[in-house]
């Protein structure tokens, strides 16, 4: 069980085009999910929290017009990254809390953007 | 404010040989939760062991062993006998158990290459 998938799993496009990041929670309903990015060779850094039916909580330094996410049902939560560019490219990570446990988190196997 | 050290960039050990991974932790928290997580090469997150601050047992699972010691803020991580799978980065996290402080704050993370 805590099942969390991400789509796609890998993804090159184009400077200026958007990107669009699905991550589902399996078999588990999510109130919370939370999106983190790591750059090459260093660690995850959380970019913003999304709870089900509200706006999500960015953290610091963290553009909330860039990084548009949604978390419009217990088990989808999505990340657009608009007007990419170059430095964008990343490791996009998910990670999913059930309802009710506050403790755990289930993570997503991520999602490699390149943007050329 | 919440942070986690791990002073060990990368480590080398020989097939076989024990290693010791090291993670100090800072909070405010009088009651936090602690993590250890294996991320190959794939790149998907494992979880490996979470420890709450009340239960300062150490714990042992296979060859994995997991030291708490909450006088010095340290939770490090033992594998004995290492194998070549057990080639990855390391990440220790610590998380706040107040409801609303669900934030994951991870380690740098520690690079283990294991030489066959």
């Known amino acids: 069980g805590a099942v969390v998938s991400q789509h796609p799993s890998r993804v090159i496009c184009k400077s200026g085009t958007s990107v669009k990041i699905e991550c589902r929670s399996l078999d588990f309903q999510a109130t919370t999910m939370f999106w983190y990015r790591q750059f090459p060779k260093q660690s995850l850094m959380l970019m913003a929290t999304s709870n089900e039916g509200s706006k999500a909580t960015y953290e610091q330094g963290v553009e909330k017009d860039k990084f548009l996410i949604n978390h419009a049902s217990l088990t989808l939560s999505t990340l657009t990254v608009t007007s990419a560019h170059p430095e964008d490219s990343s490791f996009y990570i998910c990670s999913a809390r059930e309802q009710g446990n506050y403790n755990e988190q289930f993570f997503g196997p991520g999602t490699r953007l390149t943007v050329l | 404010a919440q942070k986690v050290t791990q002073a060990q960039t990368e480590i080398s050990v020989v097939e076989k040989e024990d290693v010791t991974l090291d993670c100090v932790y800072e909070t405010r928290d009088t009651t936090y939760y602690l993590f250890w997580y294996k991320q190959p090469p794939s790149g998907e997150l494992v979880f490996l062991i979470r420890?709450?601050?009340?239960?300062?047992q150490n714990e042992i699972s296979g060859r994995y062993s997991w030291n708490f010691q909450k006088s010095t803020s340290s939770f490090n991580f033992t594998i004995t006998a290492s194998q070549v799978v057990d080639s990855a980065v390391y990440f220790c996290a610590l998380k706040g158990s107040n409801f609303g402080n669900e934030k994951l704050t991870f380690g740098t993370g520690t690079r283990l290459t294991i030489i066959p």
């Open positions: 420890r709450n601050s009340f239960d300062e």
